[in-house]
């Protein structure tokens, strides 16, 4: 942990002592657990950090990037040895998609590599086969860069904004070191990346996927490339989210610019979803006709509910209810 005594993980290079309590810009000292889960989706045990270098208006997960400034309290710190024997039961135990890494996110968890370093060295002591992957904005020094690029087997890279007065404005920090790891992760790391993204902001970050598509394609056209529709949080909470066309649009714009992998996920809705307006019609008896019940009931349906009328004391499915959580990126 010598690199806290004198912390210049991120581009801040604040120098402070975060073993002793000294705060930087991330405001936080050693590494600290928010959650661990088993995401099928990604084939990974995510492991979320506390902390982050940025100051995110539109940050979706702000009580844990900002941690502690909104007041929510954690688990705390967690061993290595402790984190990855509770991952290996976990993993034993889960029933689904193989999980082939052990996934860091935040925040940002580029602040605490030194405790990543720990964890990966802890799972090849324990033997288990499994690899580090970390989702970053890439605010990282040119050796922290490299450090994170030798020890991962998967990196997902966020480029928030081309332009730096956007990038500014929006996590109130430079875009120059971003856009320098990109290139860095393209030339040296390339079989490592799961894929680059970018929220898009209406009337922000819209205007500036065209162009970051356009520099990633100079490095590599077949690089993936996420767009992410933007959820109204945190500042930005009344901020309008984007529609299912402008997605598509900007789909089409950055494939003009040059990328051969472009997809997105996630819009703010403007209607119900025809699936779910299916979902009300079929169900609309079971609740006496009541349109509002049936609508209603109707999303749960949707995530694979199957008990109508709802009845969750009945339920076959109540250890395992699919209604519990639903993940909107797993689908548009």
């Known amino acids: 942990m010598g690199d806290l005594e004198s912390c210049r993980l991120c581009e801040w290079k604040c120098g402070v002592n975060r073993l002793r309590g000294e705060r930087g810009v991330c405001r936080v000292g050693r590494a600290e657990v928010a959650a661990t889960m088993c995401s099928g989706s990604l084939a990974s045990y ?15 997960a702000y009580r844990i990037s900002q941690y502690p400034d909104p007041g929510w309290h954690y688990a705390g710190h967690v061993p290595a040895a402790v984190l990855v024997a509770e991952a290996r039961e976990r993993i034993a ?8 890494t052990i996934g860091f996110t935040g925040g940002d968890p580029i602040i605490h590599l030194p405790y990543i370093e720990e964890v990966a060295a802890e799972v090849k002591r324990q033997g288990l086969d499994l690899g580090i992957g ?81 520099f990633i394609a100079s490095l590599d056209p077949g690089v993936p490339y996420r767009l992410i529709g933007f ?17 598509e649009h900007l789909c089409t714009v950055c494939r003009k610019a040059g990328l051969e992998d472009v997809a997105w996920s ?25 349109p509002g019940a049936a609508l209603t009931a109707a999303y749960a349906a949707a995530c694979g509910c199957p008990t109508h009328p709802r009845n969750c004391g009945a339920c076959p499915l109540r250890d395992r209810c699919p209604a519990t959580l639903r993940e909107p990126w797993r689908g548009r």
């Open 46 to 60: 995510i492991v979320t950090l506390l902390g982050c270098c940025y100051r995110c208006l539109h940050c979706n």
């Open 93 to 100: 135990a889960y029933r689904g998609r193989r999980i082939r």
């Open 134 to 214: 970390i989702s970053t904005g890439g605010f990282a020094t040119e050796a922290t860069m490299e450090r994170i690029v030798d020890l991962c087997r998967v990196i997902t890279l966020e480029i928030k904004a081309w332009s730096d007065p956007v990038h500014r404005a929006l996590t109130g920090s430079p875009v120059g070191p971003v856009l320098r790891n990109a290139e860095y992760l393209v030339h040296e790391g390339r079989d490592r990346i799961r894929v680059f993204r970018t929220v898009v902001i209406p009337g922000m970050t819209d205007r500036e996927a065209g162009k970051i598509a356009a």
């Open 231 to 247: 959820r109204p949080n945190n500042v930005l909470y009344y901020h309008p989210g984007p529609s299912r066309g402008e997605m």
């Open 266 to 290: 996630g819009y703010y809705p403007e209607a119900v979803p025809d699936e779910v307006a299916v979902e009300a019609a079929r169900l609309a008896p079971a609740y006496g006709g009541e």
